[in-house]
């Protein structure tokens, strides 16, 4: 069945680094990709999201490509805030209107 | 965008007894889903509700344990029946709109079982 894989966590950055979150999947035809953020205390939100190979979403300076060819949906952003400290989830949902199938989380927490 | 409001936020509750937790959106919506997020883990698909007619269940999840209401287009209600400590988790209600396939979710109820 289709899957959702990201890079375990915690992963703990200095603020202003360079963030990569690894999510890679496995699904049948072509999902719709999504990068969801939960801050402590709250529900999850939609971060960005992509629904064909090649697109790129991006939101609030992260941004991640859909990539088809490796099965891969990775979170980056070029300098992050404490602010962004929260657990991010990757997410698919198949194009045949299947549920959202999410990842595991990962935690990230930014130093000052 | 949706506005979802989750009630209680959190509850600590002893084992044997039941919780229901409560999901008010802003706007009329034809499906609503209630997830489960255990600790340090992702989240899992209960069910899905839509309005004059029973819950959909996911496997490994049962009405029994997990009774539903979804009395409107805006409210539904989650019930965790005769519950464990391996009910601890996090309970959210989601409901659908905007973009293609994308979700809300209201922030969720941290329940403890002891």
């Known amino acids: 069945g289709d899957s959702v894989t990201q890079m375990e966590g915690p992963v703990t950055l200095s603020e202003e680094a360079f963030l990569t979150i690894n999510c890679t999947y496995t699904a049948t035809g072509y999902p719709s990709l999504f990068w969801y953020v939960q801050y402590p205390g709250e529900g999850l939100q939609l971060l960005l999201k992509?629904?064909?190979?090649?697109d790129k979403g991006s939101n609030k300076g992260f941004e991640a490509t859909y990539r088809k060819e490796t099965t891969s949906f990775h979170l980056e952003k070029g300098s992050v805030q404490v602010s962004d400290s929260a657990v991010y989830f990757c997410a698919l949902r198949n194009n045949q209107g299947g549920k959202l199938i999410f990842g595991q989380g990962t935690e990230l927490s930014v130093k000052p | 965008s949706a506005v979802i409001s989750q009630k209680p936020s959190r509850d600590i509750c002893q084992r044997g007894t039941s919780l229901t937790i409560q999901c008010q959106v802003d706007?009329?919506?034809?499906?609503m889903f209630w997830y489960r997020q255990q600790p340090g883990q992702s989240l899992t698909l209960i069910a899905t509700a839509n309005q004059g007619s029973e819950a959909t269940y996911e496997s490994g999840f049962v009405i029994d344990k997990f009774p539903i209401s979804r009395p409107n287009l805006t409210f539904s209600t989650l019930t965790v029946s005769n519950m464990s400590p391996e009910d601890s988790s996090i309970y959210l209600c989601?409901?659908?709109?905007?973009?293609?396939?994308?979700?809300?979710f209201g922030q969720g109820t941290r329940l403890t079982v002891v």
């Open positions: 706007s009329q919506v034809t499906m």
């Open positions: 989601s409901v659908e709109g905007g973009g293609p396939a994308e979700a809300f």
């Open positions: 992509a629904t064909k190979a090649d």
